[in-house]
């Protein structure tokens, strides 16, 4: 699978962005999609991730309340709504595609990362 992720940007703290994932290449409907982030001299942490039908949702603690995952299925697409956005949040974002429907699944396929700046 083909993932490409875009929409991140520079934005002041306190506001929203939002970013959007393109698959190709495999069955994009069947699986798990997910938000990673990492965030300069950090590891990469989770944010979000969705099942197959998007009937659940899952969220890191950091961002539960402010984010919103979702997926349109025939656009093949995954979206991650970011509200009220802190300094903190300044990372790279990666979408990933799980190895099965549900969560929690290993993410196998990676997308290129978009940056997201958050000026205080």
């Known amino acids: 699978v083909q993932l490409q992720a875009y929409g991140g940007g520079l934005v002041q703290a306190g506001g929203s962005l939002r970013l959007s994932c393109a698959a190709s290449?495999?069955?994009?409907?069947?699986?798990?999609m997910g938000w990673f982030r990492q965030a300069p001299g950090k590891e990469r942490e989770f944010a979000a991730a969705?099942?197959?039908?998007?009937?659940?949702?899952y969220y890191a603690d950091s961002v539960k309340g402010r984010f919103t995952i979702s997926r349109d299925n025939a656009k093949n697409t995954v979206y991650l709504q970011m509200n009220s956005l802190k300094p903190e949040d300044t990372a790279v974002y990666y979408c990933?595609?799980?190895?099965?429907?549900?969560?929690?699944?290993?993410?196998?396929?990676w997308g290129q990362g978009t940056l997201v700046t958050v000026s205080s």
């Open positions: 969705i099942s197959w039908s998007g009937g659940s949702t």
């Open positions: 990933a595609q799980g190895a099965s429907g549900s969560y929690p699944t290993p993410f196998a396929s």
């Open positions: 290449g495999r069955t994009f409907s069947s699986y798990v």
